[in-house]
């Protein structure tokens, strides 16, 4: 009844109290942002626990809902902020990696080179998540939101709330950096 | 727009993406977030209509409205003498007179105000039917205070409507000796009875009578009592026709 309907309308619909329509966005998105967040933050518990605020922001705004931009761009803002909050409890240097006027090539990669961790993930997905965290987190996010969430650069740029060029910069980067790091892979 | 994204996704790495990314929500995080979100949106206590809500005010302030409107209505407009079952109606009318009239009062004396009544139209006689009442009860009252005239005349007036059967005489008979009784006892003093002998005759002498007594006052040379009694005349028949010599 609802795989006919978009994504806003869904909204729409659970905004005025059809639960279902909810049930079917919640599908629609489950995976692609929970990965997004696992990816984010390379912690399963961490992860969890980001999802389940995230989608309790999207619940208790549904009143003031109106679909002024796509609902992925919207709900991936909200998971933007969220990670952004996230980031300055735990670490104000890496909040502030997401500053646009940073140089792309002078973000730094993510401090879990550990050779250790490095041999136990010798799988696909291991070689995946670790190249993942070698990169800048804003790197990373960009490369997620294009790749998990299959958004545009301008939606990337307004979830983000970044300048266009910004994010393709930084994709371009990441998309570089994950060659290099998988090239025996691919 | 598309082609510089399209340029900077690469298929492969997106495919090696694909096939590394596994990872799923645990369904207890499913059923927690979605629980969450069926009691967000269940359906809440619809707010009642505005009408529904003030039906109970409005209800109780018609209601009250409408108790001061009739309770207003029956204080201006009583209902006639005759609508009231307990009340005697047209000729029969209560005998207040002879309850507070001595006993030794003559019965062609105690029933001449029902005389006037076939001279005088009928909305008239009603009219001096409400007046009499309202000045006989004070000088009663404040006269023969041990027995207040109302009360009395309540009584009677069931007595009064029966009039023609025999018990209802005796009854009246009765009462009225009580109180001749009481006037007889030393405390009844003369001026007083007097007094009441001089209250009385608005209600109780025909009007022809009543004129005949006038001239006979003037003629014994009390003018200031002609003219008194004069005046009490037109106000007990307000519509009665002098004669020339009195006017």
């Not at chain 2, 205070?145 to 008979?173: C, E, I, L, M, R």
Request: glycine fraction near 4%; include cysteine; proline fraction near 10%.
């Amino acid at each position: 009844m609802h795989d006919d309907l978009s994504d806003e309308r869904l909204m729409l619909a659970y905004r005025d109290g059809d639960a279902a329509a909810f049930e079917a966005l919640y599908g629609r998105y489950r995976t692609r942002l929970y990965r997004h967040l696992a990816h984010q933050c390379s912690d399963a518990r961490l992860a969890e626990e980001l999802y389940q605020d995230i989608w309790l922001k999207v619940v208790n705004a549904r009143a003031d809902y109106e679909p002024l931009a796509k609902f992925s761009t919207w709900l991936y803002r909200i998971a933007h902020h969220r990670l952004l909050d996230h980031y300055r409890q735990r670490s104000r240097n890496v909040a502030e990696l997401f500053d646009a006027s940073i140089d792309p090539d002078e973000l730094p990669a993510a401090d879990c080179a550990d050779p250790a961790r490095q041999f136990e993930r010798s799988d696909l997905a291991s070689r995946l998540t670790r190249a993942l965290e070698d990169l800048p987190a804003p790197q990373r996010e960009a490369f997620l939101l294009a790749e998990e969430g299959g958004l545009s650069l301008e939606e990337i740029a307004a979830a983000t709330v970044t300048g266009r060029e910004t994010v393709k910069s930084r994709l371009r980067y990441a998309v570089g950096k994950l060659r290099l790091s998988l090239q025996d892979l691919l | 727009m598309t082609d510089a994204h399209d340029k900077l996704r690469d298929p492969k790495l997106s495919r090696l993406y694909g096939q590394a990314s596994q990872a799923e929500p645990p369904p207890a995080l499913d059923a927690a977030i979605l629980a969450a979100a069926r009691a967000a949106a269940a359906p809440q206590r619809p707010p009642r209509p505005w009408w529904r809500r003030l039906q109970a005010p409005f209800a109780l302030a018609a209601t009250v409205v409408l108790a001061v409107v009739l309770t207003l209505s029956m204080d201006r407009n009583p209902p006639p003498d005759g609508e009231i079952p307990a009340t005697p109606s047209g000729k029969e009318r209560p005998p207040a007179p002879e309850q507070v009239a001595p006993a030794s009062r003559n019965a062609a004396e105690a029933q001449a105000p029902a005389a006037p009544a076939a001279g005088i139209p009928a909305h008239k006689e009603a009219q001096r039917s409400k007046i009499a009442p309202e000045k006989q009860t004070p000088a009663t009252s404040s006269q023969d205070s041990p027995h207040p005239a109302a009360p009395t005349a309540v009584q009677g007036a069931p007595g009064a409507s029966t009039a023609k059967a025999a018990p209802a005489p005796a009854a009246d008979a009765e009462s009225a000796d009580m109180l001749a009784s009481e006037r007889r006892k030393p405390l009844a003093e003369p001026a007083l009875e007097a007094k009441r002998e001089a209250a009385t005759p608005l209600q109780q002498k025909s009007p022809d009578a009543w004129l005949e007594e006038i001239r006979s006052l003037r003629r014994q040379g009390r003018p200031g009592e002609a003219e008194r009694s004069l005046r009490e005349f037109r106000a007990a028949y307000p519509a009665y026709q002098l004669p020339e010599d009195l006017r």
